[in-house]
């Protein structure tokens, strides 16, 4: 499975920059960082209304190089110009193409948060992602066993970010929610054979508490997709390969959001 292919590529990342950078060396340095309030990921997609978290990737495991041409920066201005709440940025180099370069450099141009978006499978990347600028990291409940979950969502507190945690069905939402998830992702992709369903999102926000957050993922095209969420409880959609794909990324945005054009 893809997820397994991108985890063991992750590891092997994370131990040869542990070579460059110790453990605690980074941990001392994360926490040495003061805590911004004004990014804070949870405030930004908690407003009234559904919230965009608009995302940057040049590529997927799926569908290959999706955006030949990859001006990261200008994309990450536009997004904020026209309302995003957050954006997601990826980082995972070998099936996405994403560089920690991407998210440094655009964590320091936008007001609002970033969410670092990348396969988690060690506490150094949460650190990592502290001095890169994120305001929130993923953490995907498939890769990582509850205790896992529960230590890297306590790290990841300690150092004032969010957590957004992925689930994919029913169980894992459980685990999302015992784990003390306060923001919880339903990826609408079947990573096994990578169907897209929107309705997985709208079947499992029912096992969610409301005081929870809710974010969808993947899949979402249209106005009536953002309508149909909205109108089930969905608090935050997370859109990549849609805005990737759109020469006119404001545009796109605005008509998902229902906006007169």
């Not at 560089?99 to 060690?122: A, C, G, H, M, N």
């Not at 600028?133 to 230590?151: D, F, N, P, W």
């Amino acid at each position: 499975m893809i997820l397994d292919k991108l985890a063991k590529s992750t590891r092997k990342r994370v131990e040869e920059k542990k070579k460059i950078k110790s453990y605690k060396e980074i941990e001392r340095e994360a926490l040495s960082l003061s805590i911004n309030q004004d990014k804070s990921f949870y405030e930004a997609i908690r407003k009234d209304g559904i919230s965009f978290i608009c995302e940057i990737k040049q590529a997927s495991p799926s569908k290959g190089i999706i955006a030949e041409n990859f001006p990261y920066m200008d994309i990450a201005i536009e997004y904020e110009a026209v309302g995003a709440s957050a954006i997601s940025v990826l980082t995972e180099p070998e099936y996405f193409k994403g560089k920690d370069e991407y998210l440094l450099q655009i964590s320091e141009k936008v007001k609002i948060p970033t969410l670092r978006k990348d396969f988690t499978v060690d506490p150094y990347q949460i650190y990592e992602a502290k001095l890169l600028g994120a305001s929130a990291i993923l953490l995907i409940c498939s890769l990582l066993t509850l205790e896992e979950l529960k230590s890297y969502n306590k790290i990841t507190k300690e150092l004032g970010l969010s957590a957004l945690i992925e689930a994919h069905d029913e169980e894992e939402v459980k685990k999302a929610i015992e784990c003390g998830g306060d923001i919880i992702g339903v990826n609408n992709r079947n990573l096994k054979d990578f169907t897209v369903d929107l309705t997985n999102s709208i079947r499992l926000r029912e096992l969610v508490p409301k005081d929870i957050l809710f974010v969808s993922e993947s899949g979402i095209q249209t106005p009536e997709d953002i309508q149909r969420l909205q109108a089930n409880n969905v608090d935050a959609v997370l859109i990549g390969e849609t805005f990737m794909r759109s020469e006119n990324k404001k545009e796109m945005i605005r008509k998902l959001r229902g906006d007169e054009i």
